[in-house]
């Protein structure tokens, strides 16, 4: 089992791939009922999209990647790794360690993920304390660049404000720079512009666009939006009743020949399409896919 040293030095490793194999969420019990079936799927240093209805499985499959799955979900899968690193067999105290270090997550709502009881600057020093031995000042001067470099005004003032003082939009900034102090090779943003106005959720994915590029991280986006995800990804999952159904590079979103992402591309809301009846999935037609597709696999 890797110690803190071991995992700290796996982070200079280039080339890492983050590899899931029959990824499997569920509820254990006598009768028990599985949420995320069996996913696989790999992600290197590049943008991918995990979409899908909401209730399809996307958050828990991130969750499960954190090390985070809520109470009383359980997780199997025959491979789950970070570069050499094997996450099966991470204890608590090495989950933490990675945790914020190599991979980090930005949620859907930043008014329930920030702690209204402290100030900003506390907040974003807070992986600087618990997994760096920079000293007070250099951490105070790290957490400056970072709110600067998620283009927050006035960052010394900032430090001394609380999350209720900020919009939707600064909140959303203040986790980012959370979640990048320590320089994670990979970020999982969980529908991070869902709970923003429209003009904020373009300013806020650029941002997002641009630190992934200059820090050379690998994404994992979580959207429902498949316009902006086909121009802003290079990979798309497709994610249905916790199965995924579908692989495609995002840009040919347009030309899917899977019947499911199809629909979700035809159903997407945009400007062409508004007043209009959009289409509805065809659920039978989906189940019969699901069926065929599960007898191919058999031996
Ligand atoms: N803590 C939990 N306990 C039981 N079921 C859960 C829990 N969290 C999520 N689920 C169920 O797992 C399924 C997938 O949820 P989720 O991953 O949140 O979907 P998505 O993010 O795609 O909307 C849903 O059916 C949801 O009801
Ligand atoms: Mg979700």
């Known amino acids: 089992m890797a110690n803190d040293f071991e995992l700290n030095q796996q982070k200079t490793v280039h080339n890492d791939v983050l590899v899931a194999k029959d990824l499997t969420v569920y509820l254990p019990g006598p009768h028990p009922v599985e949420l995320v079936k069996s996913l696989s799927f790999s992600v290197g240093k590049e943008r991918v999209a995990m979409v899908g209805e909401s209730g399809s499985g996307k ?22 790794t970070l570069g050499e690193q094997d996450l ?29 009881a402290r100030p900003i600057g506390w907040q974003v020093e807070e992986p600087l304390r618990l997994h760096t031995r920079l000293g007070r000042k250099a951490r105070q001067e ?4 970072m709110l600067n470099a998620v283009g927050l005004p006035d960052p010394k003032r900032l430090c001394g404000q609380y999350p209720h003082q900020l919009s939707g939009g600064m909140g959303q900034r203040v986790m980012l720079a959370i979640a990048l102090i320590n320089d994670p090779q990979w970020l ?13 959720r373009e300013q806020v994915l650029a941002l997002i666009e641009r630190l992934v590029e200059q820090r050379n991280m690998g994404l994992i986006l ?15 999952l497709v994610m249905y009743k916790g199965d995924l159904l579908d692989e495609l590079p995002a840009d040919q979103l347009a030309h899917a020949t899977h019947p499911y992402t199809q629909t979700l591309w035809s159903c997407r809301p945009s400007k062409a399409t508004h007043g209009e009846r959009l289409p509805v999935l065809d ?13 191919e696999s058999q031996p």
């Open 142 to 145: 790290k957490v400056l660049d």
């Open 88 to 116: 099966l067999t991470l204890n608590e105290r090495q989950w933490n360690q990675l945790r914020g270090n190599r991979v980090s997550m930005v949620m859907q709502d930043p008014k329930h993920a920030l702690n209204p």
């Open 222 to 236: 979580i959207s429902h939006d498949l316009q902006q995800v086909s121009h802003f990804c290079e990979r798309v």
């Open 59 to 80: 958050s828990l499959t991130a969750r499960a990647l954190m090390g985070l799955l809520p109470h009383p979900c359980a997780l199997r899968a025959s491979q789950l």
């Open 188 to 200: 999982i943003a969980d529908e991070p512009t869902s709970a923003l106005d429209f003009d904020m």
């Open 283 to 295: 659920r039978a037609l989906l189940a019969s896919l699901k069926h065929a597709s599960s007898q």
